[in-house]
């Protein structure tokens, strides 16, 4: 058999040096690694760029397995199969065969697109790791794949520029970000006369500011200066699902548009964890548990069961947990916030979420006021040497 099958990329690699590195380290360490992350992260181009540098330590090679095309979870093992190049024994289970074809054999698998086929792919990868002990698999999900075993690794957005008065931004500068230098080169094949100027350095800063540094999302961003400049694109992200619609026709119908890329998720979901992520939208800054529990539960959710599906999000990657200070605190990207505050107005929802996350929030603010006022007394002293009052701890005389 050849050395693999892996997939020509058309278009440039941007950036990533820290996470292959890093993609690369886990491969050493486990059997099985999923890379997951939200839609149009760049978990497949990620783990076709790590596939292409691991040829050398794999002598019977690297092999591509994409699941994106099917509709039926039992056709996992014969798409994986027909990419390894195995064929059907009589008598046996494609699994089987699969199994024993590749039992001798030292190479990486790399399976895509594992979310809609979950349970079929877990099964079929318990199989060949209990089977095939040279074999290693590197997935692509949106959610683990909860095999035993498995290694995950959440695959982050793109470095954006940071905040920064107009005046401190210059292309210098922002082409240090791999965000940055993702639209340029994208648009620059959109439209070869694409100019990027100290001009236009906020306005672009800004649109990946506003994607969450999500690649698919700038690169349908940067599809749209064949049409509209940098700033007008800046200025209508706020539609953003109707703008960035403008992704190739070769590629896979939910990689289209970014909505189609939110769709895939949003249809994967139980009716009660669509329902948790739509009223989580009223967030706009992020959330603790305790405030998910009082503005998301009611309506066909018990304040119980969100214990169980706020987690449920995380693992589908459509909601970030975040440690701060020993406390996890959650949040949304902004794309999925607006695309989640668009299903919870569809539902008819938004002006019940709307009024529990009002009321909360001002129960919450009646029950610190006192304490905050207690606090401003003990801390509220006279500097007689600044004839100021002063905030802090009470002088010493020191």
Same mark, same amino acid.
């Given at each position: 058999?050849?050395?693999?099958?892996?997939?020509?990329?058309?278009?440039?690699?941007?950036?990533?040096?820290?996470?292959?590195?890093?993609?690369?380290?886990?491969?050493?360490?486990?059997?099985?690694?999923?890379?997951?992350?939200?839609?149009?992260?760049?978990?497949?181009?990620?783990?076709?760029?790590?596939?292409? *540098?691991?040829?050398?330590?794999?002598?019977?090679?690297?092999?591509?397995?994409?699941?994106?095309?099917?509709?039926?979870?039992?056709?996992?093992?014969?798409?994986?199969?027909?990419?390894?190049?195995?064929?059907?024994?009589?008598?046996?289970?494609?699994?089987?065969?699969?199994?024993?074809?590749?039992?001798?054999?030292?190479?990486?698998? %790399?399976?895509?697109?594992?979310?809609?086929? %979950?349970?079929?792919?877990?099964?079929?990868?318990?199989?060949?790791?209990?089977?095939?002990?040279?074999?290693?698999?590197?997935? @692509?999900?949106?959610?683990?794949?909860?095999?035993?075993?498995?290694?995950?690794?959440?695959?982050?957005?793109?470095?954006?520029?940071?905040?920064?008065?107009?005046?401190?931004?210059?292309?210098?500068?922002?082409?240090?970000?791999?965000?940055?230098?993702?639209?340029?080169?994208?648009?620059?094949?959109?439209?070869?006369?694409?100019?990027?100027?100290?001009?236009?350095?906020?306005?672009?800063?800004?649109?990946?500011?506003?994607?969450?540094?999500?690649?698919?999302?700038?690169?349908?961003?940067? *599809?749209?200066?064949? *049409?509209?400049?940098?700033?007008?694109?800046?200025?209508?992200?706020?539609?953003?699902?109707?703008?960035?619609?403008?992704?190739?026709?070769?590629?896979?119908?939910?990689?289209?548009?970014?909505?189609? @890329?939110?769709?895939?998720?949003?249809?994967?979901?139980?009716?009660?964890?669509?329902?948790?992520?739509?009223?989580?939208?009223?967030?706009?800054?992020?959330?603790?548990?305790?405030?998910?529990?009082?503005?998301?539960?009611?309506?066909?959710?018990?304040?119980?069961?969100?214990?169980?599906?706020?987690?449920?999000?995380?693992?589908?990657?459509?909601?970030?947990?975040?440690?701060?200070?020993?406390?996890?605190?959650?949040?949304?990207?902004?794309?999925?916030?607006?695309?989640?505050?668009?299903?919870?107005?569809?539902?008819?929802?938004?002006?019940?979420?709307?009024?529990?996350?009002?009321?909360?929030?001002?129960?919450?603010?009646?029950?610190?006021?006192?304490?905050?006022?207690?606090?401003?007394?003990?801390?509220?002293?006279?500097?007689?040497?600044?004839?100021?009052?002063?905030?802090?701890?009470?002088?010493?005389?020191?």
């Amino acid at each position: 058999m050849s050395a693999d099958n892996l997939p020509l990329q058309l278009t440039s690699f941007i950036g990533r040096e820290r996470e292959i590195d890093e993609v690369k380290h886990l491969l050493t360490t486990t059997r099985l690694l999923t890379l997951t992350g939200a839609g149009g992260c760049g978990k497949t181009r990620l783990a076709l760029q790590v596939a292409t *540098a691991e040829q050398g330590p794999h002598p019977d090679g690297v092999w591509f397995g994409e699941l994106a095309g099917l509709e039926d979870p039992a056709l996992v093992p014969q798409a994986v199969a027909a990419a390894v190049g195995a064929r059907e024994v009589p008598g046996s289970t494609v699994t089987d065969g699969l199994v024993g074809y590749l039992r001798s054999r030292t190479l990486l698998l %790399v399976l895509d697109n594992c979310e809609h086929v %979950v349970g079929a792919a877990a099964q079929l990868v318990d199989a060949l790791l209990r089977g095939c002990p040279g074999v290693r698999i590197l997935a @692509t999900s949106r959610e683990p794949l909860g095999s035993a075993g498995e290694t995950t690794w959440r695959v982050p957005s793109l470095a954006v520029p940071p905040h920064a008065a107009v005046g401190d931004l210059d292309l210098e500068y922002l082409t240090q970000y791999e965000t940055v230098r993702l639209f340029i080169d994208r648009a620059l094949a959109a439209l070869p006369t694409f100019v990027v100027a100290n001009q236009n350095a906020a306005a672009l800063a800004e649109i990946c500011r506003r994607l969450d540094g999500i690649p698919l999302a700038i690169e349908l961003a940067a *599809a749209r200066v064949r *049409a509209f400049s940098v700033e007008q694109i800046a200025a209508r992200l706020d539609d953003r699902f109707r703008l960035l619609t403008a992704g190739q026709r070769t590629a896979t119908p939910r990689q289209q548009t970014l909505r189609a @890329t939110v769709d895939w998720s949003y249809m994967l979901l139980s009716d009660p964890e669509r329902a948790l992520l739509r009223r989580l939208s009223v967030f706009a800054g992020g959330w603790d548990f305790e405030a998910a529990e009082a503005v998301a539960a009611g309506d066909g959710i018990h304040t119980h069961a969100v214990l169980d599906l706020l987690p449920q999000l995380v693992d589908k990657s459509l909601v970030i947990a975040e440690e701060q200070r020993g406390a996890v605190r959650y949040r949304l990207l902004e794309t999925i916030r607006q695309y989640a505050r668009d299903r919870l107005l569809e539902a008819g929802e938004a002006e019940r979420t709307r009024d529990r996350h009002l009321t909360y929030f001002v129960q919450l603010a009646e029950l610190a006021e006192p304490k905050l006022r207690d606090r401003r007394k003990a801390c509220f002293w006279f500097d007689w040497r600044k004839s100021t009052p002063t905030c802090g701890l009470p002088w010493s005389g020191a």
